[in-house]
């Protein structure tokens, strides 16, 4: 992950993180010098100068009738974390107090990317309850998440959390289902020209994740909800209970 990628996880926007960048690069400059480093429009920079100002961030150097500008040392950036960490510990409780107003609600989380999936799968680790899925064993799964899914399958199989999957029939379902007993698995394969599937459910404790792994759309959503995951379940042993 680059510098700039970097900045923005700690709450920077993509333009904010340029122009810290130039500055910190730079030393003391002027505006102009910033706009041409971070090629961003100059008076654009003025702006974003004025909200990392606002940060401590940016410091202002007058030399005469002109005007300097110099980016506050990287130690700076823990004191932001620390900032904010305060204003989300002090909004905590109320926050905790809107989310028990209605325990009946759904809770619905979006998830993007790679580690996205990957905290999903991390999830059903977490909850540690019986898994019932809907399988794509597709080629180049594994690519998508490296080496994880290898890690997340020996992690569930320790914890003995066994995972009741059903599978599109093809050449590689057939392979994942040899593999069942060393990865604490049960699998039932199922017509692939009647069932195609192009993602993955999973269904655990009160909570079911639908996970794609489509290239314009790797991503996944996690609902927990009691009744929703009820009636997955009720789903799934319906075609659990007609295949061999």
Known sequence: MELQEQLQTL????????????SLELGQSSVQDIARKSHIKRSTVYEIINNLIEQNLITIIPKGKKRYFLAAEPIKLTELIDQKQKVLAKMMPELEALSKISPTKPKIRFYEGKEGI????????????????????????QSKIGNYLTNYVKQRSEKKIMAKAIASD???????QKR?????????LISEDDYPFSIEINIYGNKVAFISYKENELMGV????????????SIHKFFWDKLN
């Open 222 to 233: 996690i609902i927990e909800s009691m009744e929703i995951a009820k009636t997955m379940k």
């Open 170 to 176: 093809s050449p590689m379902a057939r392979e994942f």
């Open 11 to 22: 709450g920077l926007n993509e333009k904010e993180a340029k122009v810290y960048l130039a």
């Open 180 to 188: 069942d007993q060393q990865e604490y698995r049960q699998t039932k």
């Open 118 to 141: 990957k905290s999903i799968y991390a999830d059903t680790i977490k909850e540690g309850k019986e898994i019932f899925g809907f399988v794509a064993v597709t080629e180049g799964l």
